[in-house]
């Protein structure tokens, strides 16, 4: 088992972080947030969690411990594989997943892609005893705010992200900007921008520019 991955950062994508370990690049899919912290050529230590299957071998990265804990108990629901247990992740921070599934919030859970009515209202029943209550205290409260990392201030991750990628400052700037209307839509309608898919968004502005 794969505890952790450490070394320096050797490249970054919209999913994937590559990390270089003994020589070797380790490449790890991880959410928007946790690609964020990350910076080319930096430091850095990640939480992996390997998923093994006949035909691969796909290693998953994560801020801390906690994270790649909710990741793996997400998986042992029906119909929850490491993909959708780490979309749960890039929409919502774990503490957000423990409030949610403590008081039943479906609405919540329909916020992450491919979870529908009906499926939220299964996970809610398996997961109600699995993931427990919210921490909510010391660095869970804080990277909680009020109910994701996106709600907390997308602009900020979204920038952070684009710049950890390799863009200019300027160009993050632009793509940030670009993409804001499609944020502010959904905070309109009461939702709460998911960066992940403003990040695709902004890549697609950024490559339309070139």
Known sequence: MIAFVSGPVAALAPDTAVVEVGGVGMALHCTPGTLAGLRVGE???????LVVREDSLTLYGFADDDERQVFELL?????VGPRL???MLAVHTPDALRLAVSSGDEKALTAVPGIGKKGAQKLLLELKDRLGE??????HASRAG??????????EQLHAALVGLGY???EADEAVTAVAPQAEAVVADGGRPQVGSLLKAALQSLNRAR
């Open 43 to 49: 430091h850095a230590k990640l939480a992996a969690s």
């Open 75 to 79: 998986q042992t629901a029906s119909g």
């Open 85 to 87: 247990a780490q979309a």
């Open 134 to 139: 919210p921490l909510g205290t010391g660095a």
């Open 146 to 155: 009020v109910g994701t990392p996106a709600a907390a201030g997308w602009r």
């Open 168 to 170: 200019a400052t300027r």
